[in-house]
């Protein structure tokens, strides 16, 4: 088992930054690729990023490509969303995954996930 506890969420004004962080217990994470996806009320959850064990690859939805980084800190056990120049229509509930393989962009594939932090941006 993996536990995943984000954090970091909040309310910020549009064109403003936040860094969520996501920190992992229970197994050895660096073993763990880990994504972050976001889910409106009503609507699919939706990939966000993604990185791989080593961090040697990541990945990026076309919707926050140039404005969001991916990051991860083994030794810590936690993965970072560094996100910029949010928009009103980031405004949702971000959650942390993880998986032993890199699962692509699908929710479903992971095996682990965290409860959520909230992201509010204000126009």
């Known amino acids: 088992q993996v536990q995943l506890v984000e954090s970091g969420g909040g309310l910020v004004q549009a064109g403003g930054s936040l860094r969520l962080s996501c920190a992992a217990s229970?197994?050895?994470?660096?073993?763990?690729?880990m994504g972050w996806f976001r889910q409106a009320p009503g609507k699919e959850r939706e990939f966000v990023a993604a990185?791989?064990?080593?961090?040697?690859?990541?990945y990026y939805a076309d919707s926050v490509k140039g404005r969001v980084t991916i990051s991860r800190a083994n030794a810590k056990n936690t993965v970072y969303l560094q996100m910029n120049s949010l928009q009103p229509e980031d405004t949702t509930v971000y959650y942390c995954?993880?998986?032993?393989?890199?699962?692509?962009?699908?929710?479903?594939?992971?095996?682990?996930w965290g409860q959520g932090t909230q992201i509010t941006v204000s126009s």
């Open positions: 995954a993880a998986d032993l393989t890199y699962r692509g962009t699908t929710p479903r594939l992971y095996a682990y």
């Open positions: 229970g197994r050895t994470f660096s073993n763990y690729a």
């Open positions: 990185i791989t064990w080593s961090a040697g690859s990541t």
